[in-house]
């Protein structure tokens, strides 16, 4: 286990300290004089895990030790820490839920493009919309946290949430397209190669079967001359 993935797993088990934290009002820690409440825990447990999802993949990349593990969990731990924020603050009723529902579905979608593709041997890598979305998704649930106790950040959370939502679109479309151009074309085209491999193997069979049934008449013909001209031999009288 090497220090980008002992990253990765830290921001999976940080997800239900986030959950807790947003959902428990009863939290006021009290350091230097100052009162901490529960959103504000809540956003820094959330921008540490956000620190771990930029640190482990530039460690993995830098240190060259992208591993298998990692690249599987890396997406999970992602979407599980965005979609326990978001659903925990449809909770709170500090966002709307069909807004919510269209940026978690937008990322199965995704993630199920993803999983037939690395089934047919592609990687569909993430592009530079989907890094501006994960950008402003991070900066739009910072300023959803801040709104709960500060009612004027309500403005700059809900902008900066459609700006999410704007790149979320646009960069699940061009996932689409992607798949679309290069996975699905190059799976056809492979499938119907096989296709024609397997109705070429099927001719041969079929021209095997052929020459031996044509062999086995052959047989059975000469087998039958054989048997006339034995049986003529027999009926002829010897000679004197």
Do not use: C
Not at 196 to 214: F, G, M, S, W, Y
Request: glycine fraction near 4%; hydrophobic fraction near 50%; charged fraction near 20%.
């Amino acid at each position: 286990m090497n220090l980008p993935n002992s990253l990765t797993l830290a921001r999976i088990f940080l997800v239900p300290l986030l959950v807790a934290a947003l959902l428990q009002e009863s939290i006021v820690l009290h350091w230097q004089g100052a009162v901490i409440t529960n959103d504000l825990v809540a956003l820094i447990i959330f921008w540490l895990a956000a620190a771990t999802d930029l640190l482990d993949g530039y460690l993995a990349r830098r240190w060259k030790q992208v591993t298998t593990i990692g690249t599987l969990l890396d997406p999970i731990a992602d979407k599980l820490l965005v979609s326990a924020a978001l659903i925990s603050l449809v909770q709170l009723g500090a966002i709307r839920s069909w807004l919510v529902v269209l940026l978690i579905g937008r990322e199965f979608a995704v993630s199920g493009l993803r999983s037939i593709a690395a089934a047919e041997g592609y990687t569909i890598q993430a592009n530079e919309l989907g890094k501006t979305k994960t950008f402003f998704q991070v900066v739009a649930i910072s300023f959803l946290l801040l709104s709960i106790r500060h009612p004027d950040m309500t403005r700059w959370a809900t902008l900066s949430l459609y700006v999410v939502v704007f790149f979320s679109v646009v960069s699940a479309l061009s996932y689409f397209g992607k798949f679309w151009g290069v996975v699905d074309d190059s799976t056809k085209l492979r499938r119907r190669a096989e296709l024609l491999d397997a109705e070429r193997h099927r001719q041969r069979e079929r021209i095997a079967v052929n020459r031996t049934a044509a062999a086995e008449r052959r047989r059975l013909k000469a087998a039958r001359l054989r048997a006339r001209e034995f049986g003529a031999t027999a009926d002829r009288p010897p000679s004197a």
